[in-house]
Antibody
Framework: EVQLLESGGGLVQPGGSLRLSCVAS????????MGWVRQAPGQGLEWVSA????????YYADSVKGRFTISRDNSKNMLFLQLHSLRAEDRAVYFC????????????????WGPGTLVAVSS | SFVLTQPPSVSVAPGQTARLTCGGH??????VHWYQQKPGQAPVLVVY???DRPSGIPERFSGSNSGNTATLTITRVAVEDEAVYSC???????????FGGGTKLTVL
């Protein structure tokens, strides 16, 4: 059974930084692209970032490009999202999600999701 | 950016059929995927590639895609089906997924 579990969320001041982590189990982690999707309170889902199975390709939404960095450690089955220069509008639950393919292009959808971790940005 | 339009809410009585729509330009040429999300929980993929079901998803859940509208149909609706349902397509221009705003299904 695929399991994804995020951690690292919390309260941070505007301009601050956080590092989110996601531990994966139940599948061959390196064989699949992974992504982060966020959901602001009462709002819909918004794709944030993704990384190919090998880690060689990284992709970002325009809203976070230059501020967030995605990475993975395939030896530890871990996915990360480093958040810098946080803004009030970055407040959301951040979900780690698995693609059904190894490459990002044409991944089409996410077939498994973690329960999410909350990032709150406030002074 | 590609925009997906979903009605904010749909209500249905137990045992009836719920039809949740998702609108978008030139939909017929894009695969549509659907997620179910209950309060405080992770989204769950219930339909992918317009009409395929992941393992473990009841046959009561089905999808269709025609013209500019995709539809998630839930037959014999049960109380446990109450959730927010979001549609999603792949934006080939930006090479990333795009989600609709979600429809809250209330089972009366």
């Amino acid at each position: 059974e695929v399991q994804l579990l995020e951690s690292g969320g919390g309260l941070v001041q505007p301009g601050g930084s956080l590092r989110l982590s996601c531990v994966a189990s139940g599948f061959t982690f390196r064989d699949f692209a992974m992504g982060w999707v966020r959901q602001a309170p009462g709002q819909g889902l918004e794709w944030v970032s993704a990384i190919s199975g090998s880690g060689g390709g990284t992709y970002y939404a325009d809203s976070v490009k230059g501020r967030f960095t995605i990475s993975r450690d395939n030896s530890k089955n871990m996915l990360f999202l480093q958040l810098h220069s946080l803004r009030a509008e970055d407040r959301a639950v951040y979900f780690c999600a698995k693609s059904p393919q190894g490459g990002w292009y044409g991944s089409e959808f996410f077939d498994s999701w973690g329960p999410g971790t909350l990032v709150a940005v406030s002074s | 950016s590609f925009v997906l339009t979903q009605p904010p809410s749909v209500s249905v009585a137990p045992g009836q059929t719920a039809r949740l729509t998702c609108g978008g330009h030139i939909f017929g040429r894009r695969s549509v995927h659907w997620y179910q999300q209950k309060p405080g929980q992770a989204p769950v993929l219930v339909v992918y590639d317009d009409s395929d079901r992941p393992s473990g998803i009841p046959e009561r859940f089905s999808g269709s895609n025609s013209g500019n509208t995709a539809t998630l149909t839930i037959t014999r609706v049960a109380v446990e089906d109450e959730a927010v349902y979001s549609c999603q397509v792949w934006d080939t221009t930006g090479d990333h997924p795009v989600f609709g705003g979600g429809t809250k299904l209330t089972v009366l």
